[in-house]
């Protein structure tokens, strides 16, 4: 079904404020911002295509940067004014407090030749308290997934995933979702309302544990965010014989919920081995292509095979808003999102990494845009920091 617009029937889908920046003028001063540097695509009249792969680069394992253990990855994005990069860790205080760093990716504009990647900086996340988040398994405790940066109001905006216990966890105290504004050096600057179809709970009621918000983004029309997997009223999660349904949320210029659609995961690309083995597979990341287009990072985990990662664009045009709908498995017919695979990113370096970060960087001046992938290393030493560059058209 992927690239084309298909009707999906309910029952056989089983398959503060966005004022803590300036308003309107922060997106707008993002969009202006990143299309002066080539940093933002316009919506374009033919789909992203990849021209180049420009190269691997890696951090080393459980780097020590300023007393911190550098790993875990999850979000990327670039400041489009000065070349800063902002990459969020998704260590929940295992080694130190959540954090994300400021690093520099060396892309030469002329030529798109990909040649290093280092750290420059590192800002500890606080809470409405001042004070660093707490742990794992503590109260309140937060598990930072993705981050995007506003050059208007030099701020980021972070994707905490929350936890919550299930059965396999049932010690995890309940931790809410959350999207937050955070000053430059960490500092709480608020954050955005959360629909109730993104209230973790202690039941089997809204997203998953583990399968909340990992990927968001800066649109035109204010901000992007997706659930990794499928709710429980929205289906089971991936097998190797049917997809699932995640929800794409929006928010407009004011910071108020403005839309939700459904997005079509894949199928496990392939069985674990054994068939019975665990496996994990859902939206990772997604970043705005102009418009109401977008990309997305499917992303597996599949024992006994390891990683499988796939670049999709999608479209909301024409989708149906699912907002106000409780399930996805029943009530009436909808319309997701259509998407088509631009690419099978274990192609490029292999084996295939835990990739979970996505950004535009500098145009380059053959006019391609370049797009960065990066992984997340989980601070295990079978895997690792990686982060693959490409040039781009269609964006």
């Not at 029952?11 to 002066?36: H, I, M, P, S, Y």
């Not at 937050?180 to 629909?195: I, M, N, S, T």
């Not at 894949?266 to 418009?291: F, M, N, Q, R, Y």
């Not at 990113?345 to 990066?374: F, M």
């Amino acid at each position: 079904m992927n690239g084309h617009r298909t009707m999906w029937r309910g029952a056989a889908a089983t398959a503060a404020v966005l004022a803590a920046v300036t308003g309107a003028a922060a997106v707008d001063g993002r969009v202006r911002a990143q299309a002066a540097d080539g940093g933002r695509p316009a919506a374009a009249a033919q789909g992203l295509r990849i021209t180049r792969f420009l190269g691997e680069r890696r951090l080393p394992h459980m780097a020590k940067f300023r007393g911190t253990t550098v790993g875990g990855l999850s979000g990327i994005d670039r400041d489009p004014r000065t070349g800063t990069w902002y990459l969020v860790s998704d260590d929940r205080w295992r080694y130190d407090p959540a954090r994300f760093y400021t690093g520099r990716l060396a892309i030469d504009p002329a030529t798109g030749a990909f040649t290093g990647v280092r750290i420059t900086g590192v800002s500890t996340l606080r809470g409405p308290d001042g004070r660093p988040y707490p742990a794992f398994g503590k109260p309140g405790s937060v598990d930072p997934e993705t981050i995007r940066f506003d050059p208007r109001s030099r701020r980021v905006l972070w994707g905490n995933e929350g936890d919550r216990p299930d059965e396999a966890h049932q010690g995890i105290p309940l931790a809410p979702m959350s999207l937050r504004w955070a000053r430059e050096d960490g500092r709480y600057a608020g954050a955005l309302p959360l629909p109730p179809s993104l209230r973790l709970t202690p039941e089997h009621r809204g997203p998953r544990r583990n399968a909340g918000i990992e990927a968001l983004t800066f649109t035109p029309h204010g901000v992007a965010a997706m659930a990794e997997g499928p709710r429980y009223e929205d289906g089971e999660p991936p097998t190797v014989r049917h997809g699932a349904m995640s929800r794409l949320t929006l928010w407009d210029r004011a910071g108020r919920v403005a839309g939700q659609y459904a997005y079509p995961v894949d199928p496990l690309p392939a069985a674990p081995k054994p068939p019975t083995g665990a496996a994990d597979s859902g939206v990772s990341e997604i970043l705005a292509a102009g418009g109401d287009r977008f990309l997305a990072l499917e992303r597996s985990w599949l024992e006994g095979v390891g990683y499988k990662v796939r670049l999709y664009e999608f479209d909301v045009r024409g989708a149906t808003d699912v907002l106000r709908r409780d399930r996805l498995t029943q009530g009436g017919r909808f319309r997701p999102a259509r998407k088509r695979l631009v690419a099978d990113l274990g192609r490029y370096a292999a084996p295939a990494q835990n990739l979970e970060a996505l950004a535009w960087g500098p145009r380059l001046k053959t006019g391609e845009c370049t797009l960065v992938v990066g992984s997340d290393d989980n601070f295990d030493q079978r895997e690792v920091t990686q982060f693959l560059a490409f040039a781009v058209r269609g964006c």
